[in-house]
T-cell receptor, first 112, second 113 residues
Framework: GIQVEQSPPDLILQEGANSTLRCNFS?????LQWFHQNPWGQLINLFY???GTKQNGRLSATTVATERYSLLYISSSQTTDSGVYFC??????????????FGRGTQLTVWP | DVKVTQSSRYLVKRTGEKVFLECVQD?????MFWYRQDPGLGLRLIYF???????EKGDIPEGYSVSREKKERFSLILESASTNQTSMYLC????????????FGSGTRLTVV
């Protein structure tokens, strides 16, 4: 299956700092998603980003599919940004069955 | 407005017990998934279902089975629980026609002693 690698594995920030999380994948994909898991375990979808750049408030994401990577930018980080950030790619290209391969995640801790 | 509900937040079971983890969604989603999350390993797919009574193995199906008798309910079954099945279990669902739009439950942390 497709290998998904995330870096860094851990990130500690002071509130207000900016950060960039990276996701590399081993094969061409037709879409990529970023998720955030809060400290209580709830996972929510942040971005569906097959290519290009999207922004949602202080978060933005860029996927360069031809070079097999995606970046998640967090600006002016807040303590509520803490948690684990996952990227995921489909196991079945072109299918909407929905099987995903997840990376191992980046654990982000934001201190006040 | 909880949309994917997992029946238990924490569960402690004994080795050898048959364990049922229940997941219910109220969004009329066709696709449902069971993932297992272990520290440092991310999420790994156990089983998924794309329709009632239809199921497919994921990447780590050994020791597990599933049941989907109704569209809204997807059950994960540990036939004979073992200590290496101690983990966080996450259920998710989405519409069949979309690549995105996953909704996750809040997870069940299972400990097998």
């Amino acid at each position: 299956g497709i290998q998904v690698e995330q870096s860094p594995p851990d990130l500690i920030l002071q509130e207000g700092a900016n950060s960039t999380l990276r996701c590399n994948f081993s094969d061409s994909v037709n879409n990529l998603q970023w998720f955030h898991q809060n400290p209580w375990g709830q996972l929510i979808n942040l971005f569906y980003i097959p290519s290009g750049t999207k922004q949602n408030g202080r978060l933005s994401a860029t996927t360069v599919a031809t070079e097999r990577y995606s970046l998640l930018y967090i600006s002016s980080s807040q303590t509520t940004d803490s948690g684990v950030y996952f990227c995921a790619v489909p196991a079945d290209r072109g299918s909407t069955l929905g099987r995903l391969y997840f990376g191992r995640g980046t654990q982000l801790t934001v201190w006040p | 407005d909880v949309k994917v509900t997992q029946s238990s937040r924490y569960l402690v079971k004994r080795t050898g017990e048959k364990v049922f983890l229940e997941c219910v969604q109220d969004m009329d989603h066709e696709n449902m998934f069971w993932y297992r999350q272990d520290p440092g390993l991310g999420l790994r797919l156990i089983y998924f279902s794309y329709d009632v009574k239809m199921k497919e193995k994921g990447d780590i199906p050994e020791g597990y089975s599933v049941s989907r008798e109704k569209k809204e309910r997807f059950s994960l079954i540990l036939e004979s629980a073992s200590t290496n099945q101690t983990s966080m279990y996450l259920c998710a669902s989405k519409l069949e026609i979309q690549y995105y739009g996953y909704t996750f439950g809040s997870g069940t942390r299972l400990t097998v002693v």
